[in-house]
């Protein structure tokens, strides 16, 4: 993938959607924006199926725990279902900075996004990596994972999201029991295809990930080989 994304960079050096929207950086951004209620006119519309989303993955994932913490799809069972939380509150924080590394090594973690809802019938903290491009190191997010339970243990539901490129989830994590996995692609793209929102910058990302998806057909059917 990362070689046919160098090579179409070469034969439209020019062309300003490859340089500036196929980052981790832009899709981070716009995700962060599509997250915020206050974006868009108090629209919740994305970050309801976005925690839709999580429930659903969560109720088919076997090798995902259902513990009292997480989001479910339907009454039975552990934790909190996902159409009781309101949403019009929250934030999504970038880049958050947990300041201190848990084996006191001196080094700093910080993760790509948190959406944060203090309701005080169901609050919620839902921490995303976002691995457009890059691989998903298991260390690290074990290492997020416990920083973050502890830090936030007072919240009462905490989820923790992957979003890659690929449809399914990386064999790396195949078995990790806290954290989803999320295609950009199979996912999200479906999500902000259909969207109440109407802003030039939904319409925007929702034409670059139509872009990066056609990129990663191409990639798959071995064209730029």
Not at 65 to 93: E, L
Not at 184 to 205: C, E, G, M, T
Request: net charge positive.
């Amino acid at each position: 993938m990362k070689r046919a994304l160098q090579l179409i960079k070469k034969s439209i050096r020019h062309n300003l959607i490859i340089e500036e929207c196929l980052t981790e950086s832009y899709f981070s951004n716009s995700l962060a924006y599509l997250l915020n209620p206050k974006s868009s006119n108090n629209n919740v519309d994305f970050i309801n199926k976005f925690a839709k989303l999580i429930a659903n993955k969560r109720a088919k994932d076997v090798n995902l725990h259902k513990k009292s913490n997480t989001i479910k799809a339907g009454r039975n069972g552990n934790g909190t279902k996902y159409g009781k939380f309101k949403f019009a509150n929250s934030n999504t924080v970038r880049e958050y900075h947990l300041s201190k590394s848990l084996k006191n090594t001196g080094n700093t973690n910080y993760c790509d996004l948190i959406v944060f809802d203090l309701d005080s019938s169901y609050p919620i903290m839902i921490t995303i990596e976002n691995k457009l491009f890059g691989d998903v190191d298991k260390s690290q997010l074990t290492n997020y994972h416990s920083q973050c339970e502890k830090k936030f243990k007072a919240i009462k539901t905490r989820e923790y999201v992957i979003i890659g490129i690929e449809k399914e989830r990386p064999i790396s994590i195949k078995r990790n029991k806290n954290w989803i996995y999320i295609s950009w692609l199979y996912d999200i793209q479906p999500i902000v295809d259909n969207l109440s929102q109407r802003s030039q910058r939904a319409k925007h990302f929702k034409n670059v990930l139509s872009y990066l998806h056609d990129v990663y057909r191409f990639a798959q059917d071995d064209k730029f080989i």
